[in-house]
């Protein structure tokens, strides 16, 4: 199985910083990876699919990028709006998904 | 508007059974990976079962394999998950999502309901 792992666990940050989180694959994994975000008491969301590409009506704010078994969701400059839960999940096995384990995001 | 609405949770007893019911609207389920992911209390999401578009091929995660059933009923436009043998661990909020094939390879959960929460307790 895949196992994914994010750093950090949590993050403290202020209105207009630059954030960057980051996940890791156990084995390579090309750029099948995608990046959710959870409000808290909400649904999860599709941010990025594909490391890389920007899902529809997500501010461009939010990057992804990466390959192989090191990947990176960035917020170029944080919204109070953007506090969550951040989760990458591997899709190189699909139907076969594994998830990491979830970066809780904080405004300063 | 696309949109998955689960059912069917609710507490039961350790070595209970209970099935769980995912209603879809504004697409067709059978033309897609359908899978179930949970969220214990506090926890991270976690990856349940899928079942496949067109050949309902089913995979399961470690933790459930053999106590779960996914299942889909195309007529009712419905993704099912049979649970038996529940344990306490079982406990979470279950979504169903829909996993999409974006440029035909990059599949990803981009629809997801609201969840259903199963607990486990004596």
């Known amino acids: 199985d895949i196992q994914m792992s994010q750093s950090p666990s949590s993050l403290s940050a202020s209105v207009g910083d630059r954030v960057t989180i980051t996940c890791r694959a156990s084995?390579?994994?090309?750029?099948?990876l995608n990046w959710f975000q959870q409000k808290p008491g909400r649904t999860p969301k599709l941010l990025i699919y594909g490391a890389s590409n920007l899902q529809n009506g997500v501010p461009s704010r939010f990057n992804g990028s990466g390959s192989g078994t090191d990947f990176t969701l960035t917020i170029t400059s944080l919204q109070p709006e953007d506090v969550a839960t951040y989760y990458c999940q591997q899709s190189h096995s699909v139907p076969i998904f594994s998830f990491g384990p979830g970066t809780r995001l904080h405004i300063k | 508007e696309v949109q998955l609405v689960e059912s069917g949770g609710g507490l039961v007893k350790p070595g209970g059974s209970l099935r769980l019911s995912c209603e879809a609207s504004g697409f067709t389920p059978s033309n897609f990976f359908m899978s179930w992911v949970r969220q214990a209390p506090g926890k991270g999401l976690d990856w349940v079962s899928s079942i496949s578009a067109s050949r309902n091929f089913t995979y399961y995660a470690e933790s459930v394999k053999g106590r779960f059933t996914i299942s889909r009923d195309n007529s009712k436009n419905s993704l099912y998950l049979q649970m038996h043998s529940l344990r306490a661990e079982d406990t979470a909020v279950y979504f169903c999502?829909?996993?999409?094939?974006?440029?035909?390879?990059?599949?990803?959960?981009?629809?997801w309901g609201q969840g259903t929460t199963v607990t486990v307790s004596s």
């Open positions: 999502a829909r996993s999409y094939g974006f440029n035909t390879f990059y599949y990803a959960m981009d629809v």
């Open positions: 084995v390579p994994i090309d750029n099948y």
